[in-house]
């Protein structure tokens, strides 16, 4: 029996070294396969999704361009055009609501990077809550291309002020001569 143990103990050490020289690596090997398959579908995801916003920021700029070459084409005028028409609807609204104005300030700028001219209009009212209400929402519906930018409320008593800032936009180019 003693003869017999010898030759088994070199039989399993030689198992041994096969198991270690052949299989363990090859387990080791699937191990770190999993690991970096489950690595890559993991990063092919974020891929993905970062694909789908993109896809999406590019989809939302053809619509701005889309956007901004109907404003320039369709509602975008010569200040000649704009600006009277817009102030004549801007005060009938104020006045069609009995609010009172105050003194009217001006502020006119170049748009970075387009033919536009804008003109900032700070206008104060005065009237009920109520008639502040019914002149924003005639501002809203306006015929004119009239942007709300601002509105400040103050309230004293049963009457109210506001400070409103009103953009007006414009080709640029359309104005006389040092207007």
Request: overall charge positive; glycine content about 6%.
């Amino acid at each position: 029996m003693t003869r017999l143990v010898r030759p088994a103990l070199y039989l399993v050490a030689l198992n041994l070294v096969a198991f270690l020289a052949f299989t363990l690596p090859r387990t080791l090997q699937e191990r770190s396969l999993a690991s970096r398959l489950e690595t890559l579908r993991a990063e092919a995801n974020r891929e993905r999704g970062q694909i789908q916003a993109l896809r999406r920021r590019a989809e939302t700029i053809r619509t701005n361009q889309t956007d901004a070459s109907r404003l320039l084409r369709d509602v975008v005028r010569s200040r000649q055009a704009t600006l009277l028409p817009a102030l004549t609807e801007i005060h009938a609204a104020a006045e069609a609501e009995g609010l009172v104005l105050g003194a009217e300030n001006y502020a006119r700028s170049e748009v970075k990077n387009t033919p536009l001219v804008r003109l900032r209009v700070t206008l104060p009212v005065k009237g009920s809550y109520g008639q502040l209400v019914g002149f924003l929402g005639r501002l809203e519906r306006s015929k004119a291309f009239v942007v709300v930018d601002t509105v400040g409320l103050q309230e004293r008593d049963s009457e109210a002020s506001l400070d409103v800032g009103l953009s007006m936009y414009f080709l640029a180019g359309t104005e006389p001569a040092g207007a």
